[in-house]
């Protein structure tokens, strides 16, 4: 699919009917599915497209999940409510879009200099952390599952480049998140928009710079036609969990069997599409350098200890929060994320630095 196809397709908006009830014919189940992408781009709305078919498959048909691309039913940003209402069943997208809901919804995708992938899921599964996450979605009347990530992120797409902290102050840049409020205190003048979105405002002048995704999506998208300068590392998504929410009264309605089918996609597609974007970044990037002009650039280490400071500030402060709920998931996170972390330095991170020593990659 075209750039044009992808942008049309994240722009148009559709009124929004509420479904009385998922339809039910001989047996069969039918649910209506909305996604935070347009259809069929490269990384998220592959994935979500592949989780719609996962469940069908895996249910025998007794479960027939219809995808519906942002903009068809709800606009991207909809989805979460789309579901929680009722308008739809089950949603696909990344929980660093929910944050005015509730900052602590914010560390179950990404959080600066925190976990990677496959550290996410281990939280999730074994520390506790899909407990919190029930917890805090329940609020809303929705069931959330992780079903993918993203790997590490970049910082991303820069016109100029970038020497020091005080090059960033003012410039305005688009994110999500938590590595919104990061980089806000180190004075950017940070935007949350859509991919489609963002490669508009790149070309208007509207934004300086900003990330979305990583090499393969971001070629998709276009942004190596308007900006040269790719950083990295994207210490503010250190990697990106993608999730899907099922409102609850559908998920109630489920017999067990099928519960278990969903349990199932979602936990099985988790390291297809972590690894689907790690082997398709490599191309892509490759690509991008080889014959797009695009420069690799590493944010210089007086940027990156700044945000360390700041990213510090912003989980005291969510420690801190009046919500006791966000405090717990926050305590969760952060003991979880230590305990690991700690070890890594003699496992993960000890080969890789040895593969590098020896191999320089």
Not at 16 to 41: E, F, G, H, R
Not at 232 to 244: F, I, K, N
Not at 295 to 311: F, N, T, Y
């Amino acid at each position: 699919m075209k750039r044009r196809d992808f942008i049309k397709a994240g722009t148009i908006g559709a009124a929004a009917s509420t479904l009385a009830a998922p339809a039910v014919a001989q047996d069969i189940t039918q649910w209506t599915m909305v996604t935070a992408w347009p259809k069929n781009l490269p990384g998220p709305g592959v994935a979500a497209q592949t989780l719609a078919d996962r469940i069908t498959t895996l249910s025998g048909g007794r479960l027939e999940v219809k995808l519906h691309a942002a903009g068809e039913i709800v606009p991207g940003p909809g989805v979460f409510d789309a579901v929680a209402e009722g308008t739809a069943h089950i949603y696909h997208a990344v929980p660093a879009y929910w944050g005015s809901k509730s900052k602590g919804i914010l560390l179950f995708g990404s959080q600066p200099f925190g976990l990677r992938a496959d550290e996410q899921v281990g939280w999730m599964v074994h520390g506790g952390g899909q407990e919190l996450y029930d917890e805090m979605y329940g609020r809303f009347g929705v069931k959330p599952f992780l079903c993918g990530n993203s790997g590490p992120q970049w910082f991303g797409w820069f016109r100029d480049e970038i020497n020091s902290v005080d090059d960033l102050k003012g410039l305005k840049y688009r994110t999500t998140g938590l590595a919104s409020e990061m980089c806000a205190r180190i004075g950017m003048a940070v935007q949350a928009m859509s991919g489609p979105a963002m490669f508009q405002a790149l070309q208007s002048g509207a934004l300086d710079a900003g990330e979305f995704i990583g090499p393969w999506t971001d070629s998709a998208l276009g942004f190596h036609q308007l900006a040269k300068n790719y950083y990295w590392p994207g210490v503010g998504e250190p990697s990106s969990a993608e999730e899907c929410g099922v409102n609850a009264e559908a998920w109630n309605a489920l017999p067990e069997d099928l519960q278990g089918v969903v349990r199932t996609a979602c936990a099985s597609l988790y390291n297809d599409v972590w690894t689907e974007y790690e082997t398709k970044h490599a191309r892509a990037f490759k690509e991008l350098v080889d014959n797009e002009g695009v420069i690799p650039r590493k944010l210089p280490d007086e940027v990156v200890m700044a945000m360390g400071e700041a990213a510090a500030e912003v989980f005291e402060e969510l420690r801190g929060d009046s919500d006791e709920l966000v405090g717990r998931i926050t305590e969760s996170f952060l003991t979880y994320r230590d305990s690991v972390g700690a070890y890594m330095t003699y496992a993960d991170n000890g080969h890789m630095n040895a593969r590098a020593k020896v191999l320089g990659y």
